[in-house]
């Protein structure tokens, strides 16, 4: 009886290591490592000289330089070639006059793809849906966002995780629903007794023991 | 290769790559710095200069080879 080997790739979760990836792009063949240092927001998009896609990526090169000033490198994947790639933003550079100023990853094997689970096989067997990684400038994931081919990404709720991400790192605490920055954020919930005790005199905004909020 | 043309000649982030390099810079990150490119497209584009025999890479750092030297006379 023959012997049908099925390869399991476990997809990416947050708090866990990015995968590794070699890829060539329209800036050249860059490695995940590439990156390391900055934060990297990884998004793919079904196919180059497609209307949403368009608007998207002119809206992803318009926030291109809050993302910078965030720490925060773009990165764009579709199974289309560089000459395809190429030839799409030299497009929307002579029709909108937004340049494309981030590189784009020419995913034609799919290594990527598969490796980071874009492909949604209920949305399309051949291309990749429209996801959002956002990986700390320690390579890990922090944030998976997938949307479905027909609805276009929203930049300010991008910039804002990116925001929440990097308080929450800078300060130690969380961020509540509708969080944008120099709002209250949410102060951990105590562990013990003691803490609930001691948290409610400490001059914090409570609605309870477990839910304090705080300016920073 | 985005730092090397097909006709071997070096573009215009290559060449800044290989100034920096030429005027004494090392490390990925001063070299970002002195030519204005991100840091993942130096270094990137530095493995490209290394693998074309324009610099040598020792550990994290690099230096222009001869062969660099006389493409940014």
């Known amino acids: 009886m023959e012997e049908i080997k099925?390869?399991?790739?476990?997809?990416?979760?947050?708090?866990?290591?990015?995968?590794?990836?070699?890829?060539?792009t329209t800036h050249g063949m860059l490695k995940l490592e590439d990156f390391k240092g900055s934060w990297l927001v990884l998004f793919s998009h079904?196919?180059?000289?497609?209307?949403?896609?368009?608007?998207?990526?002119?809206?992803?090169a318009e926030i291109h330089p809050e993302l910078q000033k965030r720490g925060v490198e773009l990165l764009?994947?579709?199974?289309?070639?560089?000459s395809s790639h190429i030839a799409w933003t030299r497009n929307v550079e002579e029709k909108t006059g937004v340049k494309i100023p981030f590189p784009i990853i020419a995913d034609l094997s799919k290594d990527v793809s598969t490796a980071y689970g874009?492909?949604?096989?209920?949305?399309?067997?051949?291309?990749?849906?429209?996801?959002?990684?956002?990986?700390?400038?320690?390579?890990?994931?922090?944030?998976i966002l997938y949307y479905p081919l027909t609805t276009g990404?929203?930049?300010?709720?991008?910039?804002?995780?990116i925001d929440a991400l990097q308080t929450t790192d800078a300060n130690a605490v969380a961020t509540p629903a509708n969080w944008k920055p120099g709002d209250m954020v949410v102060v951990p919930p105590p562990n013990t007794q003691e803490m609930a005790e001691e948290r409610v005199k400490q001059g914090y905004e409570c609605v309870d023991w477990y839910l304090c909020k705080k300016k920073l | 290769?985005?730092?090397?043309?097909?006709?071997?000649?070096?573009?215009?982030?290559?060449?800044?790559?290989?100034?920096?390099?030429?005027?004494?810079?090392?490390?990925?990150?001063?070299i970002a710095k002195d030519a204005g490119l991100p840091l993942f497209r130096v270094r990137s584009g530095l493995r490209e200069l290394a693998q074309a025999d324009l610099a040598n890479q020792k550990n994290d750092s690099y230096e222009i080879t001869e062969k660099g030297k006389e493409l940014v006379k």
């Open chain 1, 6 to 24: 099925e390869q399991v790739i476990s997809l990416p979760r947050l708090g866990e290591p990015a995968p590794a990836f070699e890829a060539v």
């Open chain 1, 46 to 60: 079904p196919a180059d000289f497609t209307p949403v896609c368009t608007t998207e990526f002119i809206a992803f």
């Open chain 1, 76 to 82: 764009g994947l579709s199974v289309d070639s560089v």
């Open chain 1, 118 to 143: 874009m492909i949604h096989p209920g949305q399309s067997k051949t291309e990749t849906v429209r996801c959002v990684f956002i990986i700390d400038d320690k390579q890990v994931i922090r944030t």
């Open chain 1, 153 to 161: 990404r929203n930049m300010q709720e991008i910039l804002r995780i």
């Open chain 2, 1 to 30: 290769m985005s730092c090397i043309s097909p006709e071997g000649k070096p573009t215009e982030s290559g060449s800044k790559m290989l100034h920096a390099l030429k005027s004494g810079l090392s490390s990925p990150e001063e």
